[in-house]
C-alpha cells in the first residue's frame, strides 16, 4: 500500500511541484491551502508524513506543528519553507518538525530525505 504524504502550502504552484515530486516518487498526496485546512484533513486520512511550509495565512506552519502534535507524537514533519534563519528552525524543531527543507528544493533530493523519513 502507498504512503500518503499531506503537503500544506499556501503557493498553488508550491503544492503542485510538491505533488509532482510525490507522484514520481510512488507516494500518494493530500494537499491542503494552510494549518487549518491541513489540520482537518490530517485528522480525516491516515498520514504518513507531513510537509508543511511556515509561513501561510490562518495558521502558520509552527502553530499547525503544534497541533498536528497534539494529535500525534510519531508522524513524520518535514518543513518546507524559504526560512532558513538558525533561530526559526530551532523554533521548528522545538514545536516538533523532523526536518527543515529549504525552498527552491532538488527534488531527487527532496525525495531522498522523504523516503528516509518513511521507511
Known sequence: MNKTILAVDDSNT???LVKQVLDIGG???VLAVDGKDGLEKFRNV???LVITDINMPVMDGLTFIEEIRKL???VPILTLTTESETDMIEKGHKVGA???VVKP???AQFLDIIKQITE
Open 98 to 100: 523532523n526536518g527543515w
Open 27 to 29: 507516494y500518494d498526496s
Open 105 to 107: 528544493f532538488r527534488p
Open 72 to 74: 500525534n507524537k510519531d
Open 14 to 16: 508550491m503544492r503542485d
Open 46 to 48: 491516515n498520514i504518513s
